[in-house]
């Protein structure tokens, strides 16, 4: 006895180091843990790494005693701590792995109910409601908020019930029916004041209504129960509660909340106090801290410091890869640059957020297509297996038919055939149509898709600045905004022409002109009208050209060729940009070559198509390489490209020596 109370205070000294060290050294140290329990009790044992994975989970950092626990629980076949460690699995991948998460709890959920532990089930369960929530998956949502309650009602389990309309609650907030979300949220906070359940659960409550109420007197109520509760825990010397709800993290929502109201009510001495008081927690949020700042810096006209602050939480959002958050952060920039006096500063902010914002939504956009798209593909499926069933049925009673008669047998059969001829070819005329349809459709709509973002981007640019020109007293920004309009024009006409001639060469409309033209003259035309359109740190260079008479469509040669400029120019931000010819055999070799981005080799296949973007943060191609494989196809002729990412591409083209 007096071994095991000795191993006991080990292992105890064991955890208490461990608590200190960092999360890391706990996997590291996780066989000499395990050696330090061999003499103790399975009971013990297994109680004192359950208590440890759950201190370390409200932490959120480390699974080592959670894997501990785990591995224990099934040597020793102990279902109850086996299901209290999925538990806390569940809870460690709740809001971070949705795939994860319910892995976990499909496997805690038999051995919770087997042990009739409906906390922890239902808690598990209510999860789920919030992860639909964020998934947006509305119709899934209400039909698991049903199921939970109906579970509650047959396990007489009346928590279960005020768990899922906390969920319930919070999709209200999340779908912008704030009054229903406040009334159901009030209403089971007092349930439970009345029940008197524990504080942490009517806290996860309040924190919901502070969180998502915009009308300020109701918030400020919330956050004096808040305090009381706060006082409550002082009082009672709590210093942390289940969840993650420390003392210090609930202050900090409490400074937080007020210093934001006093934002909203420009109230700076108030907030500067507030944002002290969020200072002085130890469980307090850099990025929230930051936005704080720049509220404060913005609300006393103080434009140094909240450039300085807002720079600051770009850089973390940029670290953490929150690409919304950073947007939002930019838009910002762009706002406290142009209220101090910096409007040229502004507009390149401005310029860049806009960028993003049309990046990032024709990238959503696509994903929504294509979730549409796959969703139509299951109809589809799901119609032709129905077909299918329904095919079966009229073949087997066919064959009942076929069985009453050898003379019934053979009309049968006859009727049989002649039918099934029939129905194949109306089948395949069927799904020639429905393909050629469905094929249509889609084209249809990818154009239209890229049309509207295309032709946006130009139109935001011209009435954007057409707004702003008009408040513009600098002469110079003046002429800026009207440089920046006129440019926004030009690319819409090019945009509209580029259709026009796409639409006649996909529909064999395009009249070619041949006769004989002098090549190196061409190309010093097409030198000089391209020279004074170069980037600064670009070089535009024409390879020595050999004489040569050659038969062909000047202006269509002449497009062809500049298009392949311009998307050189658009894809090089320094370097060169050569171009040229070479005469083969019976074949005339022109050739693009730049030092710019380059293309992804999953790209290459698909770079002559319509719209096509290489990354998420670059511009597209447009229409301009569409065309120029249209035209040099109708001239005969073949393009293609080769291209290394980074190092830059050659776009190349050869058309026949021949009258055409």
Same mark, same amino acid.
């Given at each position: 006895m007096s071994k095991n109370k000795s191993a006991i205070l080990i292992c105890l000294l064991l955890l208490i180091v461990m608590n200190i060290s960092a999360a890391d050294k706990l996997m590291i140290n996780k066989d000499s843990l395990l050696n330090a329990f061999k003499n103790i009790p399975e009971k013990t044992k297994l109680q004192m790494l359950s208590d440890s994975a759950k201190k370390y989970l409200q932490g959120k950092k480390t699974k080592a005693?959670?894997?501990?626990?785990?591995?224990?629980?099934?040597?020793?076949?102990?279902?109850?701590?086996?299901?209290?460690?999925?538990?806390?699995? =569940?809870?460690?991948?709740?809001?971070?792995?949705?795939?994860?998460?319910?892995?976990?709890?499909?496997?805690?959920?038999?051995?919770?109910?087997?042990?009739?532990?409906?906390?922890?089930?239902?808690?598990?369960?209510?999860?789920?409601?919030f992860i639909l929530t964020n998934e947006g998956k509305s119709k899934q949502v209400l039909a698991a908020v049903n199921a939970i309650k109906q579970k509650a009602r047959q396990m007489n389990y009346p928590e279960g019930s005020l768990m899922a309309d906390l969920g319930l609650s919070n999709f209200y907030f999340r779908n912008g029916l704030e009054e229903e979300g406040i009334k159901l949220a009030e209403d089971i906070l007092a349930t439970m004041e009345a029940q008197k359940a524990p504080l942490?659960?009517? @806290?996860?409550?309040?924190?919901?209504?502070?969180?998502?109420?915009?009308?300020?007197?109701?918030?400020?109520?919330?956050?004096?129960?808040?305090?009381?509760?706060?006082?409550?825990?002082?009082?009672?010397?709590?210093?942390?509660?289940?969840?993650?709800?420390?003392?210090?993290?609930?202050?900090?929502?409490?400074?937080?909340?007020?210093?934001?109201?006093?934002?909203? %009510?420009?109230?700076?001495?108030?907030?500067?106090?507030?944002?002290?008081?969020?200072?002085?927690?130890?469980?307090?949020?850099?990025?929230?801290?930051?936005?704080?700042?720049?509220?404060?810096?913005?609300?006393?006209?103080?434009?140094?410091?909240?450039?300085?602050?807002?720079?600051?939480?770009?850089?973390?959002?940029?670290?953490?890869?929150?690409?919304?958050?950073?947007?939002?952060? @930019?838009?910002?920039?762009?706002?406290?640059?142009?209220?101090?006096g910096n409007t040229k500063e502004a507009m390149d902010a401005f310029r860049t957020y806009t960028a993003m914002k049309d990046s990032i939504s024709a990238v959503t956009y696509y994903n929504d297509v294509a979730k549409l798209r796959n969703q139509h593909d299951l109809d589809q499926l799901e119609l032709k297996s129905k077909q299918m069933e329904l095919k079966e049925e009229r073949n087997h009673s066919?064959?009942?038919?076929?069985?009453? =008669?050898?003379?019934?047998?053979?009309?049968?059969?006859?009727?049989?055939?002649?039918?099934?001829?029939? /129905?194949?070819?109306?089948?395949?005329?069927?799904?020639?149509? /429905?393909?050629?349809?469905?094929?249509?459709? /889609?084209?249809?709509?990818?154009?239209?898709?890229?049309?509207?973002?295309?032709?946006?981007?130009?139109?935001?640019?011209?009435?954007?600045? =057409?707004?702003?020109?008009?408040?513009?007293?600098?002469?110079?920004?003046?002429?800026?905004?009207?440089?920046?309009? %006129?440019?926004?024009?030009?690319?819409?006409?090019?945009?509209?022409?580029?259709?026009?001639?796409?639409?006649?060469?996909? =529909?064999?409309?395009?009249?070619?002109?041949?006769?004989?033209?002098?090549?190196?003259?061409?190309?010093?035309?097409?030198?000089?009208?391209?020279?004074?359109?170069?980037?600064?740190?670009?070089?535009?260079?024409?390879?020595?050209?050999?004489?040569?008479?050659?038969?062909?469509?000047?202006?269509?040669l002449t497009q062809i060729i500049t298009n392949l400029l311009n998307n050189a120019i658009k894809h090089t931000s320094e370097g060169f940009i050569r171009f040229g010819y070479k005469i083969k055999d019976t074949q005339i070799y022109f050739f693009v070559k730049d030092s710019g981005e380059g293309i992804p080799e999953n790209k290459l296949d698909t770079i002559f198509g319509r719209f096509v973007q290489l990354n998420e943060m670059s511009r597209g191609v447009g229409l301009g390489l569409a065309i120029c494989k249209g035209l040099v196809t109708q001239m005969g002729g073949t393009i293609g490209v080769t291209s290394k990412l980074n190092e830059g591409s050659t776009f190349f083209f050869s058309l026949p020596i021949k009258k055409q």
């Open positions: 005693y959670m894997e501990l626990l785990l591995q224990e629980a099934q040597k020793a076949k102990s279902n109850y701590h086996k299901a209290t460690a999925y538990f806390y699995f =569940s809870e460690y991948y709740y809001m971070a792995n949705a795939d994860s998460m319910h892995n976990y709890m499909h496997l805690a959920e038999p051995l919770l109910l087997a042990d009739n532990r409906k906390e922890e089930y239902f808690r598990m369960e209510s999860w789920d409601i942490h659960k009517r @806290l996860n409550v309040l924190r919901l209504l502070i969180t998502n109420t915009n009308n300020i007197p109701k918030r400020m109520h919330y956050l004096d129960l808040l305090a009381q509760y706060i006082h409550e825990m002082e009082q009672k010397k709590i210093d942390h509660l289940e969840n993650n709800n420390s003392i210090d993290y609930l202050k900090f929502t409490y400074h937080r909340a007020y210093a934001n109201i006093s934002s909203a %009510q420009h109230n700076a001495p108030k907030m500067f106090y507030h944002i002290q008081k969020c200072m002085k927690c130890s469980s307090k949020d850099d990025i929230v801290m930051k936005l704080l700042w720049v509220d404060y810096y913005e609300l006393t006209k103080n434009y140094p410091k909240a450039l300085s602050a807002v720079n600051e939480l770009m850089d973390i959002l940029y670290r953490m890869k929150r690409t919304k958050d950073y947007m939002i952060a @930019l838009n910002r920039k762009s706002n406290i640059l142009y209220d101090s066919q064959i009942r038919m076929l069985e009453s =008669s050898v003379l019934l047998l053979f009309v049968v059969c006859c009727a049989a055939i002649i039918i099934a001829i029939q /129905r194949h070819r109306n089948s395949l005329a069927e799904k020639k149509a /429905r393909t050629k349809a469905e094929e249509a459709d /889609r084209l249809k709509s990818a154009f239209l898709a890229n049309m509207n973002h295309e032709i946006r981007t130009p139109l935001n640019a011209i009435v954007g600045f =057409s707004q702003v020109i008009v408040d513009e007293d600098n002469a110079e920004n003046r002429k800026q905004y009207l440089n920046i309009i %006129q440019h926004n024009n030009e690319l819409l006409q090019q945009l509209i022409a580029d259709v026009l001639d796409l639409s006649k060469i996909e =529909s064999n409309t395009m009249a070619f002109y041949y006769k004989d033209l002098e090549l190196p003259s061409l190309m010093d035309d097409i030198y000089n009208t391209t020279h004074i359109r170069m980037k600064k740190d670009i070089s535009l260079e024409l390879e020595s050209c050999a004489p040569y008479l050659f038969s062909t469509d000047r202006n269509r």
